[in-house]
């Protein structure tokens, strides 16, 4: 079942089938680069905490928003993109008409209850032509999307674990957030909400 959000904005309900693979990838990944809340230019501490892996990582700290091969914490490179995260986005982005993707950074989010994600744009990839997939794993969001500007309205879409969000074309420049996460503990990942964010940066 495809919803869409936008001419070129998918959601693919439960596509994710989350129970081993992937939740074991997130562990994996978070044993070589674990979760900290970084520091925007603005110098707010953001409440989602974040790490990455695959070839690229973002990250943000008070001097600006980039795309790194080393994570800052360690100096060491990111770690690899788990198979299963490479083959999830690529299904999914296939699966919505985007037929080679493939992703060099994989931005992995955690939110607790109350974390939020403010209203902005993903404007930090070279090249716009690729879509951006998302996987969302454990407690559920309200996912908030808006136009082109900040101050045209936002539309709510509930995400829950195993659903997949494709964005390309016209709408991957969107305003797009998360509203702060309730407390409704998920069975398998407890009172969190990881989101895996797939995207071509360099
Ligand atoms: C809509 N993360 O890390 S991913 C982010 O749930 C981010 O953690 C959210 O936004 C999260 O930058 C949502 C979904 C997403 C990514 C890119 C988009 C939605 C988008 C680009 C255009 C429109
Ligand atoms: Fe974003």
């Known amino acids: 079942p495809v919803e869409h959000l936008g001419t070129h904005a998918y959601v693919l309900r439960s596509f994710a089938q989350p129970g081993h693979d992937l939740l074991a990838g997130v562990e994996a990944v978070v ?3 674990p979760f900290r809340h970084m520091v925007t230019p603005g110098g707010y501490t953001m409440s989602v905490a974040l790490t990455n892996c695959g070839r690229l990582g973002w990250t943000t700290d008070p001097s600006g928003y980039r795309y790194t091969a080393q994570d800052p914490l360690t100096g060491r490179p990111w770690p690899a993109m788990p198979s299963a995260f490479a083959q999830v986005a690529r299904a999914a982005a296939r699966a919505a008409g985007f037929d080679s993707f493939e992703p060099d950074a994989c931005l992995v989010n955690r939110y607790l209850p109350g974390a939020r994600l403010s209203l902005h744009q993903d ?20 996912f908030l999307f808006g136009g082109k500007t900040r101050s045209e309205p936002t539309a709510k879409v509930h995400l829950r674990h195993g659903d997949v969000v494709v964005w390309g074309g016209e709408d991957r420049l969107r305003y797009h957030g998360v509203a702060p996460l309730k407390d409704v503990p998920h069975p398998l990942l407890g009172a969190q909400r990881i989101n895996l964010t797939f995207r071509k940066a360099g």
């Open 123 to 142: 404007k930090d990839e070279l090249d716009y032509s690729a879509p951006i997939v998302s996987v969302s794993l454990g407690m559920a969001a309200t």
């Open 31 to 33: 044993l070589d680069a």
